[in-house]
Structures are given as C-alpha cells and as structure tokens.
C-alpha cells in the first residue's frame, strides 16, 4: 500500500489552520467585547453632546430673535454654515 503524502499534507494542513483559527477567535472575540463596550459608550457620549450643542444653538437663536440683533445672527450664521461646509454636509444637503 502506497502513502499519499499529498493527502495527509492536505489534512496536516486543514488541522493546524483549524488550531490557528480557534487560537485567534479567543483571542479576537475578548478584544471585540471591549472594542464594542467603548463603541457603545462613544456613541452614548456624542449623542449627549449633540443634546447639548442642540440646546445651546437653539438657545443662542432664540436670544437674538429676542433682541432683535440681526448682525449677531449674521455672524452665528456665518460661523454655522461655514463649519458645516467645511465638513461637506452643505452640498449634501444641497443635492
């Protein structure tokens, strides 16, 4: 009886990508539990500064609208519009 070699290379083979595969997903899926922890609490973390910077736009709006101040509101305006140019949501926004 003749050993193919080829054969139980290609079984050595699958085993040890098997054992290297396990030993990553241990590995991986500890770091994907934390990673996912601090995603959640980025998230949580944004969506309350976006709260507050919601609050104090509207805030800021509504005291020029009181005050009448028209050049002030000019210059919020200004400010606001060109940050969201900057950072491309105006010609989204557009189209």
């Known amino acids: 009886m003749e050993v193919n070699w080829v054969v139980i290379g290609w079984i050595i083979d699958m085993i040890l990508n098997g054992v290297v595969w396990l030993i990553i997903a241990a590995l ?9 922890k601090w995603t959640r609490k980025a998230v949580k973390l944004v969506g309350s500064a976006d709260d507050f910077v919601r609050k104090v736009l509207e805030d800021l709006f509504e ?3 009181k005050k009448n101040l028209q050049i002030l509101a000019a210059f919020i305006l200004m400010i606001i519009l060109g940050t969201l140019a900057q950072i491309g949501l105006i010609p989204k926004l557009i189209t």
């Open 28 to 36: 991986a899926l500890p770091l994907i539990d934390k990673t996912d």
């Open 63 to 65: 005291l020029v609208e």
